[in-house]
């Protein structure tokens, strides 16, 4: 009886939220081949699934706009991500391609601050995230801690997350 009822729900979707706290570096990384080069990131963050930590590869591209006066926006072009759980299982977010310009970076340069907003795509994972499918918004604030004109090279930055994820077993 157990496994009949398990059969007949073999997906279960789950709401989904994380806050979390990081740094982030310069690299050298370019991951769309563009001429711009990634930032590496590491936070902790504790959420629906648990504690974990993620480390991701985020490049922004080109000058798009102001997000307000005097404050850069630029669009985001790469990002991937793994999240690491506490139990070691992983979950694997992409930047979501088909919604233009739903991905960007609002830069202050008159007091070196910044906020985000990432819309990622869940590609699957391991353990109980094995062909895991949902999406994913994160949106953060930061500082740079050192860098060269609006290129960061060291930053600090917290933010949260909500997103729904579809497991394929309970």
């Keep these: 009886m157990i496994a009949a009822m398990a059969e007949a729900r073999p997906?279960?979707?789950r709401p989904y939220e994380m806050t979390f706290s990081g740094w982030g570096v310069a690299t050298e990384i370019d991951q769309d081949g563009d001429g711009s080069t990634a930032t590496?990131?590491?936070y902790d963050g504790k959420g629906t699934?648990?504690?974990?930590?993620?480390n991701n590869q985020v490049?922004?591209?080109?000058?798009i706009g102001l997000c307000g006066d005097g404050i850069l926006k630029f669009g985001y072009t790469a990002f991937t991500a793994?999240?690491?759980y506490r139990n070691g299982d992983l979950i694997f977010p992409e930047l979501d391609t088909k919604t233009a310009n739903s991905s960007i970076l609002c830069f202050d340069l008159s007091?070196?601050?910044y906020t985000a907003t990432i819309k990622a795509v869940i590609s699957g994972g391991t353990g109980r995230f094995k062909g895991a499918t949902g999406w994913v918004i994160g949106t953060l604030a930061g500082g740079?801690?050192?860098g060269d004109g609006a290129r960061i090279t060291?930053?600090?930055f917290t933010g949260s997350q909500k997103g729904e994820i579809v497991l394929a077993h309970d």
Excluded: P, Q
């Design 144 to 146: 740079r801690l050192a």
């Design 49 to 54: 699934f648990g504690k974990s930590t993620t």
């Design 111 to 113: 007091n070196l601050t």
């Design 59 to 63: 490049e922004t591209g080109s000058f």
């Design 82 to 84: 793994v999240t690491r």
């Design 40 to 42: 590496s990131n590491t």
């Design 154 to 156: 060291h930053a600090f």
């Design 11 to 13: 997906y279960k979707d």
